[in-house]
């Protein structure tokens, strides 16, 4: 493959790594490691010169020795995960700390009983064949990191619906990484079955701490039954230290419903790709996305919503709001295949730039092999609009009072779509803790 | 001296936007108590000048001096005009949407108050003073919990901006082309909005292309710009001698700038 290429070093180190995180484990376990790594070794880190990485370089996590965690102290963890856990007390969770399931501290009671949700790890000893038989079919490809993942991966969530559940109680999956005195790098796995006319809420954070700089490489994957609906918060919170690079991979069969909520705050540099497979007829994808970054950070999110079949509809919009230095990429592609007539997409981009140094690299990218189809994107990149704030100050709100006001909501756009008030609580008080300084009469119009 | 200060003193005022100079040279006088009516045709300068007093951002002063209450207007901010008592009801009002009409419009006032050193009012106080400037502007409660002025209609649009005047209590109101595109009963509804406003305190500019306007909202003074200029000043007699004649003869005689003092 051109422009990608192995870095110095990065298979012997991965070796010596997956010779730690590969013992005491099935043979099939074994083998699929050894299949991830062979292709992450073939492929190496991507480099600026291919396509889908031009914006993103990630030469520091080549080049950062990133070791196995330590186990870090309670009193870091506890205040880690008060951070983490916020309002969802009433959340069914699961919590990994530096990649190892922490049962004392997830509480996985009152969900039907012929739900299973678990540890991952626990899952390839327990349910074996449903481990072996989906781990990596949907997150199959992908960048090179999904093998890296493959090669090296933690622990994570399993969570298995069969057919005809309803869960109402969401599910937290809380990855908290904390650096010791060196980088450690955290390669979290997530597996998500929900059966025939079943459904589920899944809420998925990222939280870390300290100045070290850390790698999280994750990959989520999930199989949508018929008729079954998952709705999916992915909550991107890292320390600023961090390199965040995750994979969301999810098929949907027919009458599916997937709803994505994925929230990018923190790390220094963070890449998102999440990718939907509309798998079977009448299936709707929805994609709420939202980007806030400062300073010199750089978030990236690469989109793809795979039309496969005919009469589906797929939603997409996101959001970005860049300061400082910020960097922000998006790209979303959408494919309509020969056979997807009566496909309805509509995909969405917006990014707010609120200095003269902040920049966004946007590019829709659809792709229609189908010509019974109704498909529509728009982007549009800008400053506040002068009008607006123009004529909240003609009704003297203040120049800062205007512009915090005109940022949030354009932010809440986002934030008012998700269902579970207490995400929608948190992500408020993140928000409005990172605009300016306001006034009584701020606060009177983000109520 | 002993004469009382007038409210608004424009004095040879110039402005350009793009570097195309639309006002040239406008000096006007304004008291309070008087209902001063600005008309002209389309592109004479008329809103240029209301957003200029406003302070809107896309316009350059190059030339001239606008005093209010003896303070020059130009040195300050948009919010510092409205906290000041300048109101401009806009001739296209902007749509915001996630911000709340009556969230809005309590912050804005709560915003004034707090700059003039006054009490904020809670929610209670707020409602009830809304609620019946509500009604009087027969407008649909809804509206209030609405995204400021988004899907409003044309006519919602223009009495959410004097429900905003009403609450707002300028000292200075300027109406930008208020009028166009409303029929005859939400004329009369806007028009009875702006008459209440009126008392000795208070001065209001009424910016219209129609004469009709004037029916409901009778001024004290017209004048008509042409090209940037004022020329020519009157009393209410001459709005209805342009609504016979048009703006034609007017523009045809080119007449040195009045001033009305």
């Keep these: 493959m051109s422009g990608v290429q192995t870095h110095d070093g990065t298979a012997s180190h991965c070796g010596r790594l997956r010779e730690r995180v590969g013992r005491h484990e099935p043979a099939w376990l074994t083998d699929f490691r050894d299949r991830s790594l062979a292709r992450f070794e073939d492929l190496g880190f991507p480099l600026g010169s291919a396509e889908e990485w031009r914006f993103t370089p990630v030469g520091a996590i080549a080049e950062t020795p990133f070791g196995p965690a330590d186990v870090p102290n309670e009193d870091d963890i506890q205040a880690a995960l008060a951070r983490a856990l916020y309002g969802s007390a009433d959340f069914a969770r699961l919590v990994f700390v530096n990649g190892m399931f922490r049962s004392d501290l997830s509480d996985v009671n009152d969900l039907p009983r012929s739900v299973e949700v678990g540890s991952l790890r626990n899952a390839c000893?327990?349910?074996?064949?449903?481990?072996?038989?989906?781990?990596?079919?949907?997150?199959?490809?992908?960048?090179?990191?999904?093998?890296?993942?493959?090669?090296?991966?933690?622990?994570?969530?399993?969570?298995?619906?069969?057919?005809?559940?309803?869960?109402?109680?969401?599910?937290?999956?809380?990855?908290?990484s904390l650096s010791g005195d060196s980088p450690i790098g955290v390669h979290p796995r997530s597996l998500v079955i929900v059966g025939e006319g079943s459904s589920a809420v899944i809420v998925e954070s990222f939280h870390g701490a300290g100045d070290m700089p850390y790698l999280?490489?994750?990959?989520?994957?999930?199989?949508?039954?018929?008729?079954?609906?998952?709705?999916?918060?992915?909550?991107?919170?890292e320390a600023e230290?961090?390199?965040?690079?995750?994979?969301?991979?999810?098929?949907?069969?027919?009458?599916?419903?997937?709803?994505?909520?994925?929230?990018?705050?923190?790390?220094?540099?963070?890449?998102?790709?999440?990718?939907?497979?509309?798998?079977?007829?009448?299936?709707?994808?929805?994609?709420?996305?939202?980007?806030?970054?400062?300073?010199?950070?750089?978030?990236?999110?690469?989109?793809?919503?795979?039309?496969?079949?005919?009469?589906?509809?797929?939603?997409?919009?996101?959001?970005?709001?860049?300061?400082?230095?910020?960097?922000?990429?998006?790209?979303?592609?959408?494919?309509?295949?020969?056979?997807?007539?009566?496909?309805?997409?509509?995909?969405?981009?917006?990014?707010?730039?609120?200095?003269?140094?902040?920049?966004?690299?946007?590019?829709p990218q659809l792709?229609?092999?189908?010509?019974?189809?109704?498909?529509?994107?728009g982007a549009t990149v800008g400053q506040l609009d002068a009008d607006s704030l123009f004529y909240l100050r003609s009704r003297g709100i203040s120049l800062e009072d205007a512009r915090?006001?005109?940022?949030?909501?354009?932010?809440?756009?986002?934030?008012?779509?998700?269902?579970?008030?207490?995400?929608?609580?948190?992500l408020e008080g993140v928000l409005l803790s990172s605009l300016p300084k306001t006034s009584t009469a701020f606060w009177e119009m983000a109520e | 001296m002993g004469q009382i200060e007038p409210m608004l003193k424009i004095d040879n005022l110039h402005a350009s936007v793009e570097g195309n100079e639309i006002l040239r040279g406008i000096s006007l006088t304004v008291n309070a108590g008087e209902v001063h009516a600005i008309m002209g045709p389309n592109g004479s300068g008329k809103s240029t000048l209301a957003r200029v007093i406003a302070g809107h951002q896309d316009y350059e002063v190059t030339a001239g001096e606008v005093l209010f209450d003896g303070?020059?207007?130009?040195?300050?901010?948009?919010?510092?005009?409205?906290?000041?008592?300048?109101?401009?009801?806009?001739?296209?009002?902007?749509?915001?949407?996630?911000?709340?009409?009556?969230?809005?419009?309590?912050?804005?006032?709560?915003?004034?108050?707090?700059?003039?050193?006054?009490?904020?009012?809670?929610?209670?106080?707020?409602?009830?003073?809304?609620?019946?400037?509500?009604?009087?502007?027969?407008m649909d409660p809804a509206l209030l919990n609405r995204p400021v002025n988004e899907g409003f209609s044309g006519g919602e649009k223009k009495r959410n901006e004097i429900l905003q005047m009403a609450v707002l209590s300028p000292k200075l109101a300027i109406l930008d082309e208020t009028d166009s595109g409303l029929d005859i009963d939400a004329l009369r509804i806007v028009a009875n909005g702006v008459n209440a406003l009126r008392s000795p305190e208070r001065a209001i500019i009424v910016v219209t292309h129609y004469q009709r306007l004037l029916n409901y909202i009778v001024p004290d003074f017209v004048h008509v710009l042409s090209d940037g200029r004022i020329v020519r000043s009157g009393g209410k007699e001459l709005a209805l001698e342009l609504e016979e004649r048009g703006y034609s003869w007017i523009e045809a005689e080119t007449r040195p700038a009045a001033v009305v003092a």
Excluded at chain 1, 286 to 315: K, W
Excluded at chain 1, 367 to 377: G, K, P, Q, Y
Aim: charged letters at 20%; glycine letters at 8%; proline letters at 3%.
């Design chain 1, 125 to 176: 000893q327990s349910y074996p064949d449903i481990v072996r038989a989906n781990l990596g079919a949907v997150a199959s490809g992908g960048p090179s990191f999904t093998s890296l993942n493959g090669a090296l991966m933690d622990d994570g969530a399993f969570i298995h619906l069969p057919a005809g559940v309803l869960v109402d109680r969401p599910i937290h999956i809380a990855h908290v």
């Design chain 1, 216 to 237: 999280t490489n994750g990959v989520f994957e999930a199989v949508v039954g018929p008729n079954a609906g998952l709705e999916h918060y992915r909550l991107q919170m």
């Design chain 1, 241 to 363: 230290s961090a390199y965040h690079v995750g994979r969301t991979a999810v098929r949907l069969a027919r009458d599916a419903r997937y709803t994505s909520h994925s929230v990018a705050f923190g790390a220094a540099i963070s890449r998102h790709d999440l990718g939907a497979v509309l798998g079977g007829e009448n299936g709707v994808c929805t994609f709420n996305g939202l980007y806030m970054g400062d300073r010199r950070q750089l978030l990236d999110s690469h989109t793809v919503i795979d039309h496969a079949t005919p009469h589906c509809e797929s939603h997409e919009l996101y959001k970005g709001i860049l300061n400082g230095h910020a960097h922000g990429v998006f790209n979303g592609k959408v494919f309509v295949r020969k056979d997807a007539q009566k496909t309805d997409a509509k995909q969405t981009n917006q990014a707010l730039l609120l200095s003269d140094t902040a920049r966004i690299d946007s590019k």
């Design chain 1, 367 to 377: 792709e229609i092999f189908a010509d019974d189809v109704r498909c529509t994107h």
């Design chain 1, 404 to 426: 915090s006001v005109l940022i949030h909501a354009f932010a809440s756009d986002i934030i008012d779509r998700m269902s579970l008030a207490e995400i929608r609580s948190q």
């Design chain 2, 71 to 138: 303070q020059s207007l130009l040195e300050l901010e948009p919010e510092e005009r409205a906290w000041a008592g300048v109101f401009m009801a806009f001739q296209y009002p902007i749509e915001i949407p996630g911000v709340n009409n009556a969230y809005f419009l309590k912050a804005a006032l709560n915003a004034q108050r707090k700059a003039r050193g006054e009490d904020e009012l809670d929610a209670m106080e707020f409602m009830s003073l809304i609620r019946g400037r509500i009604r009087d502007l027969d």
